[in-house]
């Protein structure tokens, strides 16, 4: 049996309908205002968000205030808590080989290997006599490392360290 080409329907054929031109407008409009109105707060909604961006930005530049800020005191703390071991290393060298501990923290690099270069330094030095003081009698030596070390002046307490070198041989 060859198949027919018409759809079969519930009773008659369907018959085409027409539109006219004002019932095609009225059918489009429609269609229109219910899509229209799907977004009719849209601008309210991207006005919201604005705000929110506005508001989500001031509260992170807070935040990358306070970290920046936080960053800032740890360096500067890393830099104290350096300054404070250099210092410990310095007295440390300073007392132990007998040399001018502000000498000592002026010179960059390590701290014991430049108290040894300063005492090797000092141990070449020519050792002068002693000299007569206004009453004609000669200087008289420093009693003891520590009353040379004790001596406030680095350029004499380097004089009196080169006048008695044997103090400081060990």
Same mark, same amino acid.
């Given at each position: ?7 079969? $329907? @519930? ?5 085409? &309908?027409?539109? $006219? ?10 269609? !229109?205002?219910? *899509?229209? +109105?799907? #977004? /009719?707060? #849209? *601008?309210?909604?991207? /006005?919201?968000?604005?705000? #929110? ?5 001031? +509260?992170?530049?807070? !935040? ?8 800032? !005191?740890? /360096? ?11 210092? *410990? @290393?310095?007295?440390? /060298? ?11 923290? &002026? ?12 005492? @090797? ?5 020519p050792k002068y006599p002693t000299l007569p003081n206004d009453k004609g009698d000669p200087k008289p030596p420093a009693t003891s490392k520590d009353a040379i070390l004790g001596i406030k002046d680095p350029a004499e307490r380097l004089k009196a360290i080169a006048a008695n070198r044997e103090l400081f041989d060990s």
């Amino acid at each position: 049996m060859p198949e027919s080409t018409e759809t079969p $329907t @519930q009773g008659a054929p369907a018959e085409e &309908r027409t539109f $006219t031109q004002s019932e095609m407008d009225a059918i489009i409009g429609d269609r !229109l205002k219910r *899509e229209r +109105a799907k #977004y /009719a707060d #849209y *601008e309210d909604i991207k /006005a919201k968000a604005a705000r #929110y961006d506005a508001a989500e930005e001031a +509260a992170k530049t807070d !935040l990358e205030k306070a970290v920046e800020e936080r960053d800032r !005191l740890r /360096a500067k703390l890393e830099a104290l808590e350096g300054e404070r071991a250099r210092a *410990e @290393q310095v007295a440390k /060298a300073a007392s132990e080989h007998g040399v001018d501990a502000a000498l000592l923290a &002026r010179m960059s690099g390590d701290p014991e290997e430049n108290a040894l270069f300063l005492r @090797q330094q000092l141990a070449s030095l020519p050792k002068y006599p002693t000299l007569p003081n206004d009453k004609g009698d000669p200087k008289p030596p420093a009693t003891s490392k520590d009353a040379i070390l004790g001596i406030k002046d680095p350029a004499e307490r380097l004089k009196a360290i080169a006048a008695n070198r044997e103090l400081f041989d060990s």
